[in-house]
């Protein structure tokens, strides 16, 4: 029986598969693994995030000012990156990654957000992209979307964005033994401006 | 009819090939009727049959005329029938290491140990690939019609290799990005007059007047690097794995896929991304050819055949699907 939660979660595998199949890529090349692509390093980072600068991308998220607080650091204007859950330890090994525990003001994090790599703050899900199988080992390659503001957008018919349905028993029969539920939209996920953004492919560590 | 219960009904004439019949999600039985051979039966026609939820993929209960005893027998299947399909479902094909060489060719040429069961057309992503050959680790390309044995098969759009590959292993991808258009791997670009075509190493799908990026960014192609990040027009289709775009790439020498990299790199790639409206106009063509399409199907395939669902040639046939109230398959 299908969740609330599951109608926005297809919504976001739909604009998932959608960076997957269009947006432009790049491989990380700078990692250690031997594999290609490698795994996520900072001048991998850093060569993304110049590619959206130099194609004029707005970053998403204002910079979050130091504080005078042990242990923490001030955290650049950021891109978005979008990746799947599997990438947190690599992630954690990158040089300079900050966790989100320490920005200034972790409240500014968003739930999601795993930490951030210079212009780039990371949101992790369990549904985040892999193409199974398509290193140049036979690894998993994972996709990490990176993007600047408007880069795409979900397009939706209208009044016909996501709805829960639920139907009591009552509507179905006599004996109005069986409760339905279910969900539908009708929307389209579109890249609005394919120079701003980029699908960084690596392997894990 | 109460709510928890959805029918669905159709026909269709077929055409001696497995029949796709697209179906909303969930459906939880299946039945056909091929009024053709009911009749006018012949000896093992099948003259009607059915799937519930439970029974194994291609597979299904027939209902088989046998002439001796001009009567039906019922007969079940799990070699042929029915198979829900849910295209949007991708799974990595199996790894078979068995390649021991890919020759240097024009087109190159795998060699494997084993019955590779290839046939042309389908996609092979190659990996573990060693010697010449580490720059096509993890690219797909399509298998070519010649050279095509069970221990041959030839990488149609492939670059040439200068030095042969040794082994490795390759495994048949049976999907594509369900969104399109796609991006996809450049094999070979070649300036033409003042225009350049490519050659992609899958089938690319797009059509004259769609717009594309040229995504050339690792120094491994030397002065086409220029050319990432142009955009260009396709003015020409020769074939669904070659197009001409309107880029005058004269200047920028030979292209050169890096076939000898033994290193990461980042393949040379082409991104659709919009509609050279005008141009299409010009050309009478769909300007909205561009447009964003979810192609993930979900429905059922039937199997060809005078004993199987989908009948056989001209045979018309009736379906309906549906979901049961309750399911208990314990």
């Given at each position: 029986?299908?969740?609330?939660?599951?109608?926005?979660?297809?919504?976001?595998?739909?604009?998932?598969?959608?960076?997957?199949?269009?947006?432009?890529?790049?491989?990380?090349?700078?990692?250690?693994?031997?594999?290609?692509?490698?795994?996520?390093?900072?001048?991998?980072?850093?060569?993304?995030?110049?590619?959206?600068?130099?194609?004029?991308?707005?970053?998403?998220?204002?910079?979050?000012?130091?504080?005078?607080?042990?242990?923490?650091?001030?955290i650049?204007?950021?891109?978005?990156?979008?990746?799947?859950?599997?990438?947190?330890?690599?992630?954690?090994?990158?040089?300079?990654?900050?966790?989100?525990?320490?920005?200034?003001?972790?409240?500014?994090?968003?739930?999601?957000?795993?930490?951030?790599?210079?212009?780039?703050?990371?949101?992790?899900?369990?549904?985040?992209?892999?193409?199974?199988?398509?290193?140049?080992?036979?690894?998993?390659?994972?996709?990490?979307?990176?993007?600047?503001?408007?880069?795409?957008?979900?397009?939706?018919?209208?009044?016909?964005?996501?709805?829960?349905?639920?139907?009591?028993?009552?509507?179905?029969?006599?004996?109005?033994?069986?409760?339905?539920?279910?969900?539908?939209?009708?929307?389209?996920?579109?890249?609005?401006n394919?120079?701003?953004?980029?699908?960084?492919?690596?392997?894990?560590? | 009819?109460?709510?928890?219960?959805?029918?669905?009904?159709?026909?269709?004439?077929?055409?001696?090939?497995?029949?796709?019949?697209?179906?909303?999600?969930?459906?939880?039985?299946?039945?056909?009727?091929?009024?053709?051979?009911?009749?006018?039966?012949?000896?093992?026609?099948?003259?009607?049959?059915?799937?519930?939820?439970?029974?194994?993929?291609?597979?299904?209960?027939?209902?088989?005329?046998?002439?001796?005893?001009?009567?039906?027998?019922?007969?079940?299947?799990?070699?042929?029938?029915?198979?829900?399909?849910?295209?949007?479902?991708?799974?990595?094909?199996?790894?078979?290491?068995?390649?021991?060489?890919?020759?240097?060719?024009?087109?190159?040429?795998?060699?494997?140990?084993?019955?590779?069961?290839?046939?042309?057309?389908?996609?092979?992503?190659?990996?573990?690939?060693?010697?010449?050959?580490?720059?096509?680790?993890?690219?797909?390309?399509?298998?070519?019609?010649?050279?095509?044995?069970?221990?041959?098969?030839?990488?149609?759009?492939?670059?040439?290799?200068?030095?042969?590959?040794?082994?490795?292993?390759?495994?048949?991808?049976?999907?594509?990005?369900?969104?399109?258009?796609?991006?996809?791997v450049?094999?070979?670009?070649?300036?033409?007059?003042?225009?350049?075509?490519?050659l992609?190493?899958?089938?690319?799908?797009?059509?004259?007047?769609?717009q594309i990026?040229?995504?050339?960014?690792?120094?491994?192609?030397?002065?086409?690097?220029?050319?990432?990040?142009?955009?260009?027009?396709?003015?020409?289709?020769?074939?669904?794995?070659?197009?001409?775009v309107?880029?005058?790439?004269?200047?920028?020498?030979t292209?050169?896929?890096?076939?000898?990299?033994?290193?990461?790199?980042?393949?040379?790639a082409?991104?659709?991304?919009?509609?050279?409206?005008?141009?299409?106009?010009?050309?009478?063509?769909?300007?909205?050819?561009?447009?964003?399409?979810?192609t993930?199907?979900?429905?059922?395939?039937?199997?060809?055949?005078?004993?199987?669902?989908?009948?056989?040639?001209?045979?018309?046939?009736?379906?309906?699907?549906?979901?049961?109230?309750?399911?208990?398959?314990?």
């Open positions: 029986m299908p969740k609330v939660t599951e109608s926005r979660q297809t919504e976001d595998q739909l604009t998932r598969d959608m960076l997957a199949s269009t947006a432009s890529f790049v491989n990380c090349v700078n990692g250690f693994n031997g594999d290609n692509p490698t795994e996520i390093t900072k001048a991998d980072i850093s060569d993304v995030v110049q590619d959206l600068l130099s194609n004029n991308a707005y970053t998403i998220m204002d910079n979050i000012e130091g504080a005078d607080k042990f242990g923490t650091a001030p650049r204007s950021a891109y978005f990156a979008l990746c799947s859950t599997q990438l947190t330890t690599s992630l954690d090994s990158v040089n300079g990654f900050v966790q989100k525990n320490q920005y200034p003001s972790p409240m500014n994090a968003l739930d999601s957000e795993w930490g951030a790599v210079g212009n780039l703050r990371f949101l992790i899900s369990s549904i985040g992209s892999i193409t199974y199988g398509a290193s140049a080992l036979s690894k998993n390659v994972f996709n990490i979307f990176v993007t600047g503001m408007q880069g795409y957008a979900c397009i939706e018919q209208d009044g016909y964005s996501a709805s829960f349905i639920y139907r009591p028993p009552m509507y179905d029969g006599p004996l109005a033994l069986n409760s339905t539920v279910g969900f539908k939209f009708a929307e389209c996920p579109r890249i609005l394919d120079l701003w953004v980029l699908n960084l492919r690596c392997t894990r560590a | 009819m109460s709510t928890d219960t959805t029918i669905l009904q159709g026909s269709f004439v077929s055409t001696g090939s497995n029949q796709f019949i697209p179906l909303r999600g969930g459906v939880e039985w299946m039945e056909t009727k091929n009024v053709t051979s009911q009749a006018t039966p012949a000896n093992l026609d099948a003259l009607s049959s059915s799937w519930q939820i439970g029974m194994p993929d291609n597979s299904g209960s027939f209902n088989l005329y046998v002439a001796a005893s001009t009567a039906c027998v019922e007969f079940y299947s799990t070699d042929g029938g029915y198979t829900l399909v849910d295209t949007s479902a991708q799974t990595s094909g199996v790894v078979t290491n068995t390649i021991t060489a890919i020759s240097t060719a024009i087109t190159p040429v795998v060699t494997n140990t084993g019955v590779n069961g290839l046939v042309a057309g389908q996609i092979v992503r190659l990996s573990n690939c060693l010697g010449g050959a580490q720059a096509l680790n993890g690219i797909d390309f399509i298998v070519g019609p010649s050279s095509l044995t069970n221990t041959t098969f030839e990488l149609l759009s492939a670059p040439q290799l200068t030095t042969a590959g040794t082994t490795g292993g390759w495994s048949v991808i049976n999907y594509d990005p369900i969104f399109y258009p796609r991006n996809r450049i094999s070979i670009m070649a300036p033409i007059d003042n225009t350049t075509s490519i992609t190493t899958i089938p690319h799908g797009l059509t004259v007047g769609q990026r040229l995504n050339i960014s690792d120094d491994l192609y030397g002065n086409w690097v220029a050319a990432n990040n142009v955009q260009t027009t396709i003015i020409e289709v020769t074939s669904n794995l070659e197009f001409t309107s880029f005058n790439s004269s200047a920028l020498g292209f050169d896929f890096p076939v000898t990299a033994t290193g990461a790199f980042t393949p040379a082409i991104t659709p991304f919009g509609e050279n409206t005008p141009y299409a106009v010009a050309q009478g063509v769909n300007i909205l050819a561009d447009a964003t399409l979810n993930a199907q979900i429905g059922m395939l039937l199997k060809a055949g005078a004993s199987e669902p989908a009948g056989s040639a001209g045979d018309l046939i009736y379906w309906k699907a549906g979901v049961s109230f309750s399911v208990d398959n314990n």
